[in-house]
């Protein structure tokens, strides 16, 4: 029982990631770049939803919506200012950007907020957790949650990428820019959505993490965002179903690693499967096979 | 005089700018005209250097992009330190000890790189990036639960507790868990770091103009022509990696033996970025670039403390600005005009590692 109890929490923990590394994900197969500023996203998103519910007293809801919405504007205000101007640069150009951004989110935070560890109420403060099996195995509301939300978001965007018009042209765009543009496609405008999608998820990852693991810092979403980073590498990066398997894979390692091979090395442990995984599949688990032409 | 090949001449630069380097500060040393902070910064900037270095050959010359040469920096760190302590009554003399630190944490690191090397072998691009970005983190993960020791009969080792690893009562603890290398002498010098990076640039100058050095790069621009031209492109990728992985070593050697205490928290994938930032902003392939780049950049957060709070934001917004000032398209077009009306040649478009 308590294996499946932390199989549950795995995959909570999975979810979340998952979560992010859709951003991840999404943002690599159409502008082919890392957004490693991406992490960040999701701590601006903790933050937001902590004034929102602490400073204005709103509720649930409605905070969440501000967090959502913020760091969707941000996103896009990011690509706008810090990527766009280098469409044409080399990726690793991109990616110092990127880091240059998440430094920038970081001090930020660390200015306006200073660098205290705020406590983060869950949004589901005060629901009873789930007992079964005669009290057996209880499972937390913030996992039920987080369980729930992502299998919604991941229903959500597989239908967006699938049939909506906006979901085609990214993948238009994803598979071959040139072509798309040639198609009558808004590329910049299909990039910006991107990164608007991306944030808005990394958002509602930050208040499904906070709502776990409490503690709200300026560097609490670098190693969820390196974590989530991996699930997409893990998955086959560019991928969408394959950052959501390597999402909850990841948690699921993590979590059963931690409980019974050693508390410490947990994040050993998860990046050296990511290792023998990749060693074996080099490009993921569902990544596609890249064709070499002479 | 013969006339000096135009890389030689452009080697012999390099060696001359570290030894004006050397001087200025020596001199500024000694007529006590230059801040503390900056005088503590000297030797981080000679380590930082040589990382730069280092990982130019494989970011810049192999053109595989590396996510955690920290992790060899901490591998060099750790046996150094480790080296150093336990040859305390052994070998008295500083500089030798030093010297061994620096060996011995170079040939750890380079097993290291042997190690991540072979999955190296099989990945490319990001998926290679993330491997070294999980080596790294794997490396401080097991650093964070080390314990080593020593005593009369040797050195201790383990991976529980400090208590667990059997010393008797002239033990001495070298490195406690996640509190890393504590009670380190401090045998670091400037000068000891300024030969360092010589080497360092002797090695790769030198093996950049040979044939294992047009390997490496003919791999970089065009693996598929590389191999079919009979390279072997495992042996040279190694070679670079493992070349690198040794230098950074010796690079954490000399910088964890400058401090009293190190801990493997330092050596984190931060590290391993901002050492990636000095290469890409310094130009990739160009080492001249990267000394640059790392010395200006470590001591840039100094030259800000006067906006005090403000000054990681302010780097970062620096960091930020001169990427799109050097990538972006029109903002390059912008350069060449002006340099164009100052006479001088158009700059060239910088040749791409990444391909």
């Known amino acids: ?142 996992a039920i949650l987080t369980i729930a939300v992502s299998v919604v978001i991941m229903i959500c965007l597989t239908l967006f990428t699938g049939k909506s018009k906006m979901g085609k042209a990214m993948r238009a765009v994803s598979e071959d820019r040139g072509a798309a543009q040639l198609m009558g496609i808004n590329v910049n405008k299909t990039i910006s959505m991107t990164f608007a999608i991306g944030s808005g998820l990394a958002a509602i990852a930050g208040v499904l ?51 019974y091979i050693s508390q410490e090395l947990s994040d050993a442990i998860v990046f050296a499967v990511l290792i023998i995984v990749l060693i074996f599949k080099p490009t993921g688990l569902l990544g596609k096979k890249i064709k070499e032409k002479v | 005089m013969k006339k000096l090949s135009k890389k030689t001449r452009s080697g012999f630069i390099n060696y001359g700018l570290i030894l004006v380097f050397f001087l200025v500060f020596q001199i500024l040393i000694s007529t006590g005209s230059i801040t503390n902070s900056l005088k503590g910064q000297l030797i981080p900037i000679c380590a930082y250097m040589v990382m730069a270095v280092s990982l130019n050959i494989v970011v810049g010359f192999s053109g595989e992009l590396s996510l955690g040469h920290a992790g ?62 999980a080596f790294g983190e794997i490396i401080k993960n097991i650093l964070n639960c080390l314990y080593v020791g020593y005593d009369k009969a040797g050195l201790h080792i383990s991976t529980k507790d400090i208590a667990s690893i059997g010393m008797d009562e002239t033990g001495v603890t070298i490195v406690n868990g996640p509190m890393g290398a504590i009670g380190i002498t401090k045998i670091s010098t400037f000068l000891a770091g300024v030969i360092l990076i010589l080497i360092v640039l002797f090695v790769t100058q030198n093996m950049m103009n040979s044939r294992t050095g047009r390997a490496i790069m003919g791999i970089r621009d065009n693996r598929i022509a590389a191999e079919a031209c009979g390279l072997n492109v495992t042996k040279y990728k190694l070679i670079a990696f493992v070349i690198s992985a040794a230098m950074a070593g010796a690079a954490g050697a000399l910088y964890a033996l400058n401090y009293s205490t190190i801990v493997p928290k330092k050596f984190d994938f931060n590290t391993s970025i901002l050492v990636l930032v000095f290469v890409v902003l310094g130009g990739m392939g160009n080492i001249r670039g990267s000394l640059i780049a790392a010395a200006v950049l470590t001591v840039l957060p100094e030259l800000l403390r006067k906006f005090s709070d403000y000054r990681m934001l302010i780097y970062a917004i620096v960091l930020i600005v001169i990427m799109i000032a050097t990538n972006n398209e029109k903002a390059r077009a912008i350069w060449n005009r002006v340099f164009a009306g100052l006479g001088a040649k158009p700059r060239k478009k910088e040749a791409d590692g990444n391909g």
Not at chain 1, 217 to 232: D, E, L, V, Y
Not at chain 2, 83 to 88: G, N, R, W, Y
């Open chain 1, 1 to 142: 029982m308590t294996f499946l109890s932390h199989v549950i929490n795995g995959i909570s923990l999975g979810s979340v990631y998952a979560i992010i590394a859709l951003g991840y994900t999404m943002v690599y197969g159409i502008a082919k770049m890392l957004n490693f500023a991406h992490g960040d996203v999701i701590m601006i998103g903790g933050y937001m939803c902590f004034i929102a519910t602490m400073s204005l007293h709103l509720g649930t809801i409605p905070s969440i919506l501000i967090a959502v919405i913020v760091c969707t504007l941000l996103g896009i205000v990011i690509e706008r200012l810090a990527y766009k101007p280098l469409r044409s640069a080399s990726s690793l150009a991109v990616l110092i950007t990127a880091i240059g951004v998440s430094y920038f989110l970081q001090n930020a935070a660390l200015l306006i907020w200073s660098s205290n560890t705020k406590s983060f109420k869950s949004v589901v403060a005060g629901v009873q957790p789930v007992k079964l099996f005669g009290d057996k195995l209880s499972i937390s509301a913030e």
């Open chain 1, 209 to 259: 993490l906070l709502s776990s693991y409490s503690s709200l810092t300026p560097t609490t979403g670098s190693m969820p965002g390196i974590k989530a980073f991996t699930a997409a590498v893990f998955g086959g990066i560019g991928s969408i179903p394959g950052a959501m398997l390597g999402g909850i894979l990841l948690g699921v390692i993590e979590i059963l690693g931690k409980a």
């Open chain 2, 72 to 133: 060899f920096m901490s591998v060099g760190a750790f046996t150094g330190v480790i080296v150093s302590t336990s040859l305390m009554n052994a070998v008295p003399n500083t500089g030798l000890r030093l010297l061994l630190a620096m060996v011995i944490g170079a040939l750890f690191a380079a097993i290291a790189g042997v190690i991540v090397g072979i999955p190296v072998l099989r990945l490319r691009g990001d998926y290679l990036a993330i491997v070294t970005l």
